[in-house]
Antibody, heavy 120, light 107 residues
């Protein structure tokens, strides 16, 4: 069964760094891609970036200077690190498996989400 | 960035009613369009990809259509379990972008 689960601190101080872990099961990170998506409270979804099966990553230019996505395939984990956090970074952070269906990349299985509040 | 304009923002439908949600891209996206459903407190679930292909396990009352810049999601015969938020998303160009969402409620 394909599953993803986010973990990390629920509260982060302004200007500090957010570190989240996405632990996957039921598929290999060497064969499938994983994306991070943020959802501010009551708002829509924002794609943050994708860790490709190749080991390369793409980032949303809006946060690229603050964001790093990495992985440890031996532990089936993908990591998100974002620095200089501000209150507007508050929201639920999802990781999702991204796969290709006939050249269409979609996020077909999502984690439950990790709620992050940026506040002093 | 490609802007995805979704309408309406909210919708109330009766049991068995047919509804449509529209998504307009700021430039052509060649059917690189997916639809997701999100229920309160839950993560999004993929409904449709490639503008009109139903994800496995999704009820056949859901359908998608469109091309170029204009796309739509149709639910024929609204059911109670269809209540939730619906989002369109383009994967034609980075950054992937989502519509603002449509809140669908049962009247």
């Amino acid at each position: 069964q394909v599953q993803l689960k986010e973990s990390g601190p629920g509260l982060v101080q302004p200007s500090q760094t957010l570190s989240l872990t996405c632990t996957v099961s039921g598929f290999s990170l060497s064969r499938y891609h994983v994306s991070w998506i943020r959802q501010p409270p009551g708002k829509s979804l924002v794609w943050m970036g994708t860790m490709w099966a190749s080991g390369n990553a793409n980032y949303n230019s809006a946060v690229q200077s603050r964001l790093s996505i990495s992985r440890d395939t031996s532990k089936d984990q993908v990591f998100l690190k974002m620095n200089s956090l501000q209150p507007e970074d508050t929201g639920t952070y999802f990781c999702a498996r991204q796969r290709s269906f006939s050249d269409f990349y979609v996020m077909d299985v999502w984690g439950q989400g990790a709620s992050v509040t940026v506040s002093s | 960035d490609i802007q995805m304009t979704q309408s309406p923002a909210s919708l109330s439908a009766s049991l068995g009613e047919t509804i449509s949600i529209e998504c307009l891209a700021s430039e052509g996206i060649s059917s690189y369009l997916a639809w997701y459903q999100q229920k309160p407190g839950k993560s999004p679930q993929l409904l449709i990809y490639g503008a009109n292909t139903l994800q496995a396990g999704v009820p056949s009352r859901f359908s998608g259509s469109g091309s170029g810049t204009q796309y739509s999601l149709k639910i024929s015969s609204m059911q109670p379990e269809d209540e939730g938020d619906y989002f369109c998303q383009q994967s034609y160009k980075f950054p992937y972008t989502f519509g603002a969402g449509t809140k669908l409620e049962l009247k």
